[in-house]
Structure formats: structure tokens, C-alpha cells
């Protein structure tokens, strides 16, 4: 039997046996957006709480972290609105996710062959990807009244009120998402961080954890072992 033709992205050059999962422009949108959001994560923990204030000082400082904060924000929201453009169109709830998610508890033991096929993307990282997008969105909006309070009359001084609920709350929400994230990168699907730094995967992977995505890149055809 002779190895079925791949049908993926041709933008980069991989290893026999790989195939290319991200392309150098959503691994650059991917790290701009993650890098942001660490730096975002650790200044806002520091102004949080003053048991936390000691992140500032490792960041530089609680005035530069104060200057350099608002404009992280703002990298960031570019980056969420760059990967919108990138992969919204993939992102759709289907049966299939739904399937997902009624069997997420096999999911979480790394019983792969119990769960439904799997396209590029699992449901998870599906409401992953929308739960930072509207994050990213609340975060921005509300970091904006907050960094040009000045200019909100005090008539509607309601909106700082509301700012400072709504920033705290999305950001910590976020930390979950992220926990999550990180979890699913590095130990639910395990591959999956080098994909997001090299771009590749190997196809046993991508048979393992998105059967689905594997058929669409090379057909019903299996590789000659």
C-alpha cells in the first residue's frame, strides 16, 4: 500500500512522518498573544494584592509596570483580534463537539478511543478560543476607562465602578481559562506545546488526538506501516 497524499498546508517544510499543524504566522499571533498575557497576568496579580506587589518589583518596578501594563493590554487585544481572523471560522459548535463535551470525563483520563472523532480543533479548545476572545474584548474596554479616568465625566463615574469589577473579574477569569489551556497543551494532549513552537506534529499524533483532522489531510487511506 502506498502512503496516501497529504492535503495540508505546504507553507513549511516537514519531517517524513509530521504534518505542519501550525503555520510561522499563527505560531507568531499565538506567542504575541501568550507572552502579552503573561506579562498582563503577573502586573495584574501585583496590583491586585500587595502580598503580590513583589511581581512588580521582578518586572521592573511598580512604576514601569504601571506605564508598560495598559500598553501590554493593548498588544494583546491586537493579538486576540489577529487570531479571531486566523481560525474564528473554525471554531463552530457542531454535534460533534457537543458529543465532546457529554464525554469529556474520558477526555480527562486520556481515553482517547472513547471519544468522538476529533477535527483540527476539540470542542475544549473551541470554547477556549471564544472564552479569551470575549475576554480579551471586556479586558480591553474596561482597561480603557481605567487608564483614561480623567476623561470619564462624574456624572458617569458609574462606569470606573463598573471597570474595576468587570476588569478583575474577566482577568480572573482568564487564569482559569489559562490553567486550562496550559493543562490540556502540556498534558491532556501531549505534542501539542512543540506544535505551537516548531509547527509540526507527528501523524500519530494527529491520528490520536484530531482522527478527523488526520482524514481530511490524507483521506480514509491509513500509512504503510
Known sequence: MTAPEYRGQPEQHVLPGHVLRYAFKERLVHWM???????????????????????????????????????FGVVFFIAVLLMYSLWASQMGITDNDRAWFRSVNHYIRNQDDKMPPVGRYNAGQKLLFWGFFLCGILLFLSGLVLWFPEYIPWSLRWLRYIAVLVHASTALLTIGLFLIHVYMGVFAERGALDSVIYGDVTEDFAKRFHPAWYQELFGSASRRK
Open 33 to 71: 498573544a501568550g507572552l502579552s498575557y503573561l506579562y498582563l497576568l503577573l502586573t495584574g496579580l501585583a496590583f491586585w494584592s500587595p502580598w503580590l506587589f513583589w511581581l512588580a518589583l521582578a518586572m521592573g518596578g511598580g512604576e514601569i509596570s504601571r506605564i508598560l501594563h495598559p500598553w
